[in-house]
């Protein structure tokens, strides 16, 4: 069966007419919390947000904030590893709303219980893990940005914000880097970070090029506590573990004060940027 989406029907209230966001992976973890944060966000005006995921039939809790959001949240099924199921949702998406002023690309893999886990030496890599990890964590956010790109730089963008980019934001991740790779390990993920990262300034080039105001930024959350690093908390210190909570206000705070000067930036969650 395939899921469909959930467009509210009720008018967005005068505060959410400023802004509106797209997160792409928000059934759980991270993207769940930034659907959270964005519905309550108080730095600027209230988004109304666009919840994309796998599975909408069966998020449970975007359908609680949904039901609470006053018409500020739609769900829509998205595949990130499936072009026509991104067509589709860019579809839906475009008919009910004339622009994006926000981008979050979260959706993100780096082992399955079972069947993948991070390799620790080259003997372990395999082309499937290798696969499985490129389409989530660099083809993924690039095919959705590529089909959602006339939303994103449409001309019509909210008056209040005319003057600020619209902003893409894919989560990377500091292994990504590979002037910051001394412990090597994690061959897959590490690699697919990296081509993500690439991927990403290559948009920023020509969203540059053609003077479109369009920022893209690869942001780095630090460790969080959600089932992606469940495995491999062991060794994080205790003040280095984040809550989702305060990584994605974290993350926010930096997307907030996003400008074009940091367009093509690979930024942690402290602020600092981090090499390629």
Known sequence: MRCTASFSTAPPTAQSNGRTALVQGASRGLGLEFVRQLLDHCHFLLYRVIAACRNPDQATQLAELQASSSGRLDLVQLDCTNEASIARAAAQVSAKHKHLDLLLNVAGILHIPGKMSPETALSRVTASNLLENFQINA??????????????????????????????????????????????????????????????????????????????????????????????????????????????????????KVTMDDNGRFIAWDGQEIPF
Request: aromatic content about 6%.
């Open 139 to 256: 083809l993924g956010p690039t095919l959705v940005s590529k089909i959602e790109c006339p939303m994103i730089v449409a001309e019509k963008l909210s008056v209040i914000y005319r003057e600020r980019p619209a902003v893409i934001a894919n989560l990377s991740a500091r292994v990504g880097s590979i002037g910051d790779n001394s412990l090597g390990g994690w061959y897959s993920y590490r690699a697919s970070k990296s081509a993500q990262n690439q991927l990403s300034k290559c948009m920023s080039v020509e969203f540059a090029r053609r003077k479109q105001n369009v920022a893209v930024v690869m942001l780095h959350p630090g460790t969080v506590d959600t089932d992606l690093s469940m495995p491999f908390q062991k060794n994080v210190k205790p003040e280095k573990l984040f809550t989702r909570e305060r990584a994605v206000k974290q993350l926010l705070d930096i997307v907030d």
